[in-house]
């Protein structure tokens, strides 16, 4: 068992450095790193921090900062599911989060409020 999670962590790790990343700075200046990739996507069932965005020209524009106790159900979460269907959502931004929900939420307030991405606004 202990080489099968070994075997399995270096896998995730190997896979974690192809993915491209994106650094967000939040309002407070604070730096949260970033995994992207094209939407739709599967997601690990971990709690996490995400960013629905669409590709701009040589950056990104944030649709909808949120977080969650699971990533691999974001698609159920009404807001997000608003945003899929209201804006051209190409992309998503997610980072594991183990911190309280509370600390995650921190975390969206920070970017939220440096960012001011639409759906966040229709959901305030």
């Known amino acids: 068992m202990a080489f099968q999670c070994a075997a399995w962590l270096a896998m995730g790790q190997c896979l974690m450095r192809r993915l491209r990343q994106q650094v967000w700075v939040g309002a407070s200046d604070a730096q949260y790193k970033y995994f992207i990739r094209d939407w739709p996507a599967r997601l690990a069932p971990v709690p996490g921090n ?10 990104w524009q944030p649709i909808l900062i949120g977080e969650c ?15 899929l269907n209201q804006y051209g959502v190409t992309h998503i931004h997610s980072r594991a989060n183990l911190s309280p929900a509370s600390e995650r939420q921190r975390e969206v ?4 409020r440096r960012w001011k991405p639409p759906a966040n606004r229709s959901w305030q």
């Not at 995400?50 to 950056?59: D, Q, T, V, W």
């Not at 698609?75 to 599911?81: A, F, H, S």
């Open 50 to 59: 995400f960013i629905l965005a669409c590709a701009a020209e040589r950056s």
């Open 69 to 83: 106790d699971d990533l691999s159900v974001i698609e159920g979460i009404k807001p997000v599911r608003w945003s």
């Open 109 to 112: 307030i920070d970017l939220v």
